[in-house]
């Protein structure tokens, strides 16, 4: 029944259905990081979490719907293997771009610095970016070779939760490499 009628909007409604979805999946994957990743318990930090759904909802969707959109329309819809590796390809393009622009909006939505920009840029974008390849990569594939255009990205967003979970983590516990108390000063 829920299906039937998110199936029947997502069809009217693409880009919106698209952008609540994805929207939702970053509250819970958020929610999911602060809780069990980083076991903050009550110290749920909210402010991340509205501005993880922010991200999601007007960042990522917008972001994904184009980039499957675009490489329909460049390959055709067809879900053949070949087309799929070729579409894929596309994709995997985006990959580094939809993270490095996750990182740059995340990091000014909480003011901070250029430098500290610049530094997790350098030091957490590649990792993060690796591993987008990992899970990413797979998915897409069964994505474009099995499932509607319509539904790819409800059915990427439930692997987008485990994704959510690690980038909202990742992107938001600083640097890792480096001097991060001196990156810190900075903010000041």
């Known amino acids: 029944m829920l299906l039937r009628w998110y199936s029947q909007n997502l069809k009217k409604h693409q880009f919106a259905m698209n952008m609540v979805t994805t929207g939702t999946v970053f509250f819970v994957g958020d929610i999911l990081s602060q809780q069990v990743v980083a076991k903050k318990g009550k110290q749920h930090d909210t402010e991340r979490t509205f501005r993880s759904v922010v991200m999601g909802t007007f960042y990522s969707a917008p972001a994904a719907t184009f980039a ?19 579409k894929l390809g596309m994709l995997s393009l985006f990959t580094p771009i939809n993270i490095l622009g996750y ?24 990792t993060m970016i690796l591993a987008g390849y990992c899970l990413a990569l797979p998915t897409q594939f069964i994505l474009l070779t099995v499932v509607p255009l319509r539904h790819r990205v409800l059915l990427g967003n439930f692997v987008r939760v485990l994704w959510t979970v690690y980038l909202t983590h990742a992107s938001n516990i600083g640097t890792r490499r480096g001097n991060l108390e001196q990156i810190r000063g900075v903010e000041g």
């Open 103 to 126: 990182v740059i909006l995340n990091n000014l939505l909480q003011s901070k610095s250029t430098d500290y920009i610049i530094h997790q840029i350098r030091n957490d974008v590649p």
């Open 68 to 86: 499957h959109n675009l490489a329909d329309k460049v390959f055709g819809p067809s879900r053949s293997p070949k087309i799929a590796i070729k």
